[in-house]
Structures are given as structure tokens and as C-alpha cells.
């Protein structure tokens, strides 16, 4: 992140800066940066913006402690607004909103895709240790299986009240179901096509 080619010059010393959080995408709120902010940024691993109504760099959360912890930062083709994606400690608005937007901020279903590239590296860069490169080395038959095990599972204790023993068996069946897509070599985005088609088509 210290390498980035920021072009500061283009508008006048200061670059907007889009804030989204890391798990579930959504966009929180808009800053503005200079180098000093930027440095700040990275070495405290904490959003530091410059603010131009009060003239100083500012801490998001300095004051009301919901801190905006830095997990990356991009720079867009024009070399002249940054990505930065975050953890966020609370709220993101003044207001108490989730976001300086009004929207509630509460998705994780983007974690499914961080899950996918870890899956894939497990298969690609295999380890003793690793639960799902020793599914990968059994074969699509024993991943099949698995997942086959966790649906029943997952059948039985929907028969019961207990929430918690569910959740962990839901997300048993979509783990293994996940490995099993990449086995067999079929992206997550193929299926959600299949889907898409037949909502489109009224089903």
C-alpha cells in the first residue's frame, strides 16, 4: 500500500477516498485524503481523512471511538480516488446510521467469495494441516459424500428447536457445497446464472 502512485497534483493535494466494508461490500461513506492522511492511514492501520471544513487530519472515530479499521486500499484507473476497504467499529454516520447513506449495514454474504479463494488456494497450494486439501486429495466421490452427510445432517435437526446446532450444520452443507463446486471446477457465478435464467423466465 505504500507504493501507490496517487496523483495528488490533478486536485489540488487532496484525492476522494470511497469507504466500503470489507465483509459486505456496501459503500459507507466518502472522505477526502492527503499524502499526510494517507501516511497516517497506513501506519496506524486506523482511516485517517484531511477534513476541509476544518482544515487538520481527522481519525474517523476519534471522538465516538467507532475507529474504521484499514483492511486494503486501491487506486482507480485515473490514478486520482482511492478504494479503501474496512473493518468498521460501530456505526459509520454521526447520525448513528450504519452508514453516512441511511442504509443498514448488515450483509455478510460477500464472505462467500473471501471462503472461495481460500478454498481454491487450499486446493492449488495443498497442506498436511488442512482439512479441505485432504478433501480435495480423497477425491470428488469422498467430497461428494461429505456433502451428501452434511444435507442429512442438516434435515435431522431442522426436525428440532435448537437454532445454534442448526446454524452449524447450515453452514456444514454450504462449506462442503462450496468445496464440492470447486472440484468439480464450476465457478459459484454458474449457478447463480441458473438462477438468475429462471427467475427471468418466471419459475
Same mark, same amino acid.
Given at each position: 500500500m505504500n507504493?501507490?502512485?496517487?496523483?495528488?497534483?490533478k486536485v489540488d493535494g487532496l484525492v476522494p477516498a470511497i469507504i466500503q466494508d470489507e465483509v459486505t461490500g456496501a459503500v459507507l461513506m466518502l472522505g477526502y485524503m492527503n499524502q499526510e492522511s494517507l501516511d497516517l492511514t497506513i501506519s496506524t492501520q486506523k482511516?485517517?481523512?484531511y477534513s476541509r471544513t476544518k482544515q487538520r487530519l481527522w481519525t474517523k472515530g476519534e471522538t465516538s471511538g467507532n475507529f474504521l479499521m484499514l483492511k486494503s486500499i486501491k487506486l482507480d484507473c485515473d490514478k486520482d480516488t482511492l478504494l479503501v476497504r474496512?473493518?468498521?467499529?460501530?456505526?459509520?454516520?454521526?447520525?448513528?446510521?450504519?452508514?453516512?447513506?441511511? $442504509? $443498514?449495514?448488515k450483509s455478510k454474504t460477500l464472505f462467500i467469495d473471501q471462503l472461495r479463494e481460500i478454498i481454491k488456494d487450499r486446493k492449488a497450494n495443498p497442506t498436511e494441516k488442512s482439512y479441505t486439501a485432504s478433501l480435495f486429495a480423497?477425491?470428488?466421490?469422498?467430497?461428494?459424500?461429505?456433502?451428501?452427510?452434511?444435507?442429512?445432517?442438516?434435515?435431522?435437526?431442522?426436525?428440532?428447536?435448537?437454532?445454534?446446532?442448526?446454524?452449524? $450444520?447450515?453452514a456444514d452443507l454450504l462449506f462442503h457445497y462450496l468445496i464440492l463446486l470447486e472440484a468439480k471446477e464450476i465457478e459459484l457465478d454458474e449457478v447463480m446464472e441458473v438462477l438468475i435464467k429462471r427467475h427471468k423466465g418466471g419459475k
Open positions: 507504493n501507490l502512485n496517487i496523483d495528488f497534483d482511516v485517517t481523512f474496512v473493518n468498521p467499529v460501530g456505526p459509520v454516520c454521526h447520525k448513528g446510521d450504519d452508514t453516512c447513506f441511511a $442504509e $443498514e449495514n480423497k477425491g470428488i466421490n469422498k467430497i461428494a459424500q461429505k456433502v451428501g452427510e452434511e444435507a442429512v445432517e442438516i434435515v435431522i435437526e431442522a426436525k428440532d428447536d435448537n437454532k445454534d446446532l442448526f446454524l452449524g $450444520e447450515a
